[in-house]
Nanobody
Framework: QVQLVESGGGLAQPGGSLRLSCTAS????????MSWARQASGKGPEWVSG????????YYADSLKGRFTISRDNAKNTVYLRMNSLTPEDTAVYYC????????WGQGTQVTVSS
């Protein structure tokens, strides 16, 4: 079955960086675009970034452009999200998802930005 497992979340200081990973299994990873979304406590979900199947095109929420970088390694079935210059407003649960014939979501990884 399809599985998406995120990792790399945790506590970061304002101005710090984190790299999230999402490792996929159960489908042909290299054939599909992958995306990241986040949800802060008490708020609705927010799309963060996307990358096409071979990594040649990337997309970002306007508010995050320049601070976040999405990438993928199809040999490792993994998509990454590098987050720089973190602020407390980036505190959220971050999810990766795959849009195949259905949309599959990971379980999420908590990112907390606090001093």
């Amino acid at each position: 079955q399809v599985q998406l497992v995120e990792s790399g979340g945790g506590l970061a200081q304002p101005g710090g960086s984190l790299r999230l990973s999402c490792t996929a299994s159960g489908f042909t990873f290299s054939s599909y675009a992958m995306s990241w979304a986040r949800q802060a406590s008490g708020k609705g979900p927010e799309w963060v970034s996307g990358i096409d199947s071979d990594g040649s095109d990337t997309y970002y929420a306007d508010s995050l452009k320049g601070r976040f970088t999405i990438s993928r390694d199809n040999a490792k079935n993994t998509v990454y999200l590098r987050m720089n210059s973190l602020t407390p407003e980036d505190t959220a649960v971050y999810y990766c998802y795959a849009q195949t014939t259905l949309t599959y979501w990971g379980q999420g990884t908590q990112v907390t930005v606090s001093s």
